[in-house]
């Protein structure tokens, strides 16, 4: 009887609600729908920046060497194979064939000359630069286009799953949730 008093109070079968009285269909559908739009976004992002990509003529592993080394600056080799979770000859052989391409160098260390540190150069700065910028240009126009609404709500969602991840940047986004609201 309270069963049937509930459904038709509610629409819901007591089945649909669990003991904290949360609604765990509408949530699942709810996470679907937000896996579903951020692939969606990611793909189009990736498309809107697929013009600086396509005339890269380097492997997946020489860019992920070359991202590697951007963003650690000067590292021995050793250190790039740990960052890459790859053997030492295979990072020696990607730092080579990334010499050969004119985007890393090869030096010695100053502080301990039996080491040698690879570093990306200008060239490779500016080929890593131009292929994470087209993505962010993208990105940077759809949130421009958004309304205010929309773009703070996307914000305070954003801060909210960074905090969920314990990322590093939680505290911003607790930052930017007092900033939109005050």
Do not use: C, N
Not at 13 to 18: E, K, L, R, S, T
Not at 42 to 61: I, K, M, R, T
Not at 122 to 128: E, I, K, P, R
């Amino acid at each position: 009887m309270e069963a049937d008093i509930f459904r038709t109070m509610t629409g819901l079968y007591f089945d649909d609600v669990d003991l904290f009285g949360t609604l765990q269909p509408m949530e699942d559908e709810l996470v679907e729908r937000g896996l579903d739009l951020y692939r969606t976004a990611v793909q189009a992002l990736h498309l809107s920046g697929a013009p600086a990509w396509v005339d890269v003529e380097l492997s997946v592993a020489q860019l992920k060497a070359l991202f590697a080394l951007v963003d650690g600056g000067p590292t021995p080799i050793g250190g790039v194979a740990s960052r890459l979770r790859i053997g030492l000859p295979a990072a020696s052989s990607l730092v080579d064939r990334l010499v050969d391409h004119g985007l890393v160098q090869r030096r010695e260390d100053r502080l301990d000359r039996r080491r040698t540190l690879a570093e990306p150069t200008d060239a490779g700065q500016a080929l890593a630069q131009r292929l994470r910028q087209g993505s962010r240009e993208a990105l940077r126009s759809w949130l421009e286009r958004m309304d205010r609404e929309d773009l703070e709500a996307l914000v305070r969602g954003l801060a909210a799953m960074v905090a969920v991840a314990g990322a590093p940047g939680a505290d911003v986004g607790r930052g930017a949730r007092v900033a939109l609201e005050g």
